[in-house]
């Protein structure tokens, strides 16, 4: 029962490579996010899906690219990486679509754009 | 628009004391209410939830949160904190209405022995 797993967990680039990191929950669960941490700033929403198909923006999308072909994955792209960007990436789901079920989180992606 | 504050970035307290994390959100209707701890190198652990019904919700690892309409607050305790407790404490707020959730920036916790 693996729940939320992100890969991979650690990545340096260069600036101006393109990467996409997965999330993959076995949970079936409808809704799936991508957050980004830095310090002092707490998480803050870049993508989520509501739904296989579906792609809406968050508070943070510039730079970002995300896709839902697939219910249990969520892949989310950097197209040209930015120094700005080096962060740690975490990707979360849930079961409703109602505010009232917590997110569960994969272990997150360490992320170093030089 | 939607906000959570926690108002301190870094306590300090020593092992077996009382712990009260503080965290205020806002929000024009009920919220619903989350502590998330995050241990060194991992990813985010609910602690407890509040969705409505009585305002003291019991978690795990022996912790509490009482939730205040009053004061907007949701502040997360522990009667006696262990060594084991020290991580980031994420406070969160979910809302009926949309599809996000809203975190707080963090209070970072430190046990002395």
């Known amino acids: 029962n693996a729940g939320v797993t992100q890969t991979p967990k650690f990545r340096v680039l260069k600036t101006g490579q393109s990467m996409t990191l997965l999330c993959a929950q076995d949970m079936n669960h409808e809704y799936m996010y991508w957050y980004r941490q830095d310090p002092g700033m707490g998480l803050r929403l870049i993508h989520y899906?509501?739904?296989?198909?579906?792609?809406a923006k968050g508070e943070v999308p510039d730079g970002y690219n995300v896709s839902r072909l697939k219910k249990q994955n969520f892949l989310l792209g950097l197209e040209s990486a930015a120094p700005s960007q080096t962060s740690v990436y975490f990707c979360?789901?849930?079961?409703?679509?109602?505010?009232?079920?917590?997110?569960?989180f994969g272990d997150g992606t360490r992320l170093s754009i030089l | 628009a939607q906000s959570v504050t926690q108002p301190d970035i870094h306590i300090t307290v020593s092992e077996g004391a009382s712990l009260e994390l503080r965290c205020n959100y806002s929000y024009g209707a009920t919220p619903y209410l989350f502590w998330y701890v995050q241990s060194p190198g991992q990813g985010l652990q609910l602690l407890l939830k509040y969705f409505s019904g009585d305002t003291l919700v019991q978690g795990i690892k022996g912790f509490e949160a009482e939730f205040k309409r009053s004061q907007s607050s949701f502040n997360l305790r522990k009667p006696s904190v262990h060594w084991s407790d020290a991580a980031e404490y994420f406070c969160a707020v979910g809302t009926n209405t949309g599809n996000q959730f809203y975190f707080g920036t963090g209070t970072s916790l430190t046990v002395i022995p």
């Open positions: 979360a789901s849930r079961t409703t679509p109602q505010g009232v079920q917590p997110q569960h």
């Open positions: 899906s509501v739904g296989e198909g579906t792609t």
